[in-house]
């Protein structure tokens, strides 16, 4: 938090090539959310861009009231939403519904994946990422990739704590519940 | 302890949710319950693969590419500013000369008094004397030509620089 505030202070006080380092400390940040939820790959590096051009417009407003991670992370997270509004995408996967909590709570039936490691387990887990509802797919990046807790994924994506934690479960559970299905079918065929 | 563990609590085992308690007792019963092992091994296995960074690349001059569009913005501000500077001139004069055209002559000579006219110069004594009447016409003319020339400027120069620099 101290190192944030002096790097900050020093862009802000004209230092600007300062800024470089925080590119460089926060792009893989940038890049996890922004290749998360923005499907077309010529956009990304693009938007990339554009999200570090407006952290440098907004540095000012900056009030060290959150951790610089999750305020560059909730930017970063608003202006993938702008972007998929503006080219419109869809924000709202048909498929995906709020989670109730005895929905939650039900017992795992999935059988256990004895073979799958048989197979490319790579290649079929980040498929079947690829499917998820976008903001699944972000909470389990935010949380594996980037180590955010519940609440300060909460806080990049304006949800609950409780739900940012049903959201995590469900899409890992959903995941390994489609590789399971997944497997079985090129068994059988 | 006879119920297996469900897919929720072996996730919060995995990401040290539980109290320690509670992590204490399903811990003991993983020791015991083979069925519970394997899918906690799956999870655990799909953990160490979210984990990796895999799919994701930026250019290796990814941070120099944003810094040379900040500078490039930069230059786009400076310039701006000339522009800005030489708009409030010109709108000034410009604003001046409306102000002395439109002002009807009597409001001069009660402001000045009439043997004020020679120190005005004589450019401003020609126009005054050729001055017409207030009309209120006149006034929404300059408004919507002041208008037509903030919108050239917001439409040919502003929306060009997307992002104000801050040094």
């Given at each position: 938090?101290?190192?944030?505030?002096?790097?900050?202070?020093?862009?802000?006080?004209?230092?600007?090539?300062?800024?470089?380092?925080?590119?460089?400390?926060?792009?893989?940040?940038?890049?996890?959310?922004?290749?998360?939820?923005?499907?077309?790959?010529?956009?990304?590096?693009?938007?990339?861009?554009?999200?570090?051009?407006?952290?440098?417009?907004?540095?000012?407003?900056?009030?060290?009231?959150?951790?610089?991670?999750?305020?560059?992370?909730?930017?970063?997270?608003?202006?993938?939403l702008n972007h998929m509004e503006k080219k419109k995408l869809p924000l709202q996967d048909s498929e995906f519904r709020e989670l109730e909590m005895e929905d939650f709570y039900k017992p795992d039936t999935t059988p256990p994946l004895d073979n799958i490691e048989k197979t490319d387990w790579y290649q079929k887990i980040y498929s079947e990422i690829d499917k998820l509802p976008f903001k699944l797919r972000t909470i389990l990046t935010l949380f594996h990739l980037d180590g955010f807790s519940y609440q300060e994924i909460g806080e990049i994506m304006s949800l609950p704590?409780?739900?940012?934690?049903?959201?995590?479960?469900?899409?890992?559970?959903?995941?390994?519940?489609?590789?399971?299905?997944?497997?079985k079918y090129e068994v059988h065929s | 302890m006879n119920a297996h563990l469900n897919?929720?609590?072996?996730?919060?085992?995995?990401?040290?949710?539980?109290?320690?308690?509670?992590g204490n007792k399903w811990r003991n019963h993983l020791r015991e319950c083979a069925y519970c092992q394997k899918q906690f091994l799956e999870y655990e296995k799909l953990y160490g693969i979210l984990g990796k960074e895999v799919g994701f690349q930026l250019p290796e001059n990814f941070a120099q590419n944003v810094m040379m569009a900040?500078?490039?913005?930069?230059?786009?501000?400076?310039?701006?500013?000339?522009?800005?500077?030489?708009?409030?001139?010109?709108?000034?004069?410009?604003?001046?000369?409306?102000?002395?055209?439109?002002?009807?002559?009597?409001?001069?000579?009660?402001?000045?008094?009439?043997?004020?006219?020679?120190?005005?110069?004589?450019?401003?004594i020609s126009m005054l004397n050729y001055a017409p009447?207030?009309?209120?016409?006149?006034?929404?003319?300059?408004?919507?030509?002041?208008?037509?020339?903030?919108?050239?400027?917001?439409?040919?120069?502003?929306?060009k620089t997307k992002f104000h620099v801050l040094y």
């Open positions: 938090m101290e190192e944030d505030r002096q790097l900050i202070e020093k862009i802000l006080s004209g230092n600007a090539g300062e800024f470089e380092n925080l590119i460089r400390k926060f792009q893989r940040l940038v890049m996890h959310i922004v290749f998360r939820i923005i499907p077309n790959s010529s956009d990304q590096e693009d938007l990339c861009q554009e999200i570090f051009l407006k952290i440098y417009q907004n540095l000012e407003t900056f009030r060290f009231e959150s951790k610089l991670s999750t305020w560059i992370g909730r930017i970063a997270y608003n202006m993938c704590e409780g739900t940012v934690k049903s959201y995590l479960f469900r899409a890992r559970r959903q995941l390994k519940e489609s590789l399971i299905s997944k497997y | 897919s929720e609590k072996i996730q919060m085992l995995l990401d040290n949710t539980l109290p320690p308690s509670e900040l500078r490039q913005e930069h230059k786009t501000v400076v310039l701006h500013n000339w522009v800005d500077i030489a708009y409030l001139t010109v709108s000034g004069i410009l604003g001046f000369i409306l102000l002395i055209y439109f002002t009807p002559i009597k409001v001069f000579q009660l402001i000045f008094g009439i043997n004020r006219y020679e120190y005005l110069g004589q450019v401003l009447q207030f009309k209120f016409s006149y006034v929404v003319v300059t408004l919507l030509i002041l208008l037509i020339f903030s919108l050239l400027d917001y439409v040919l120069i502003r929306r």
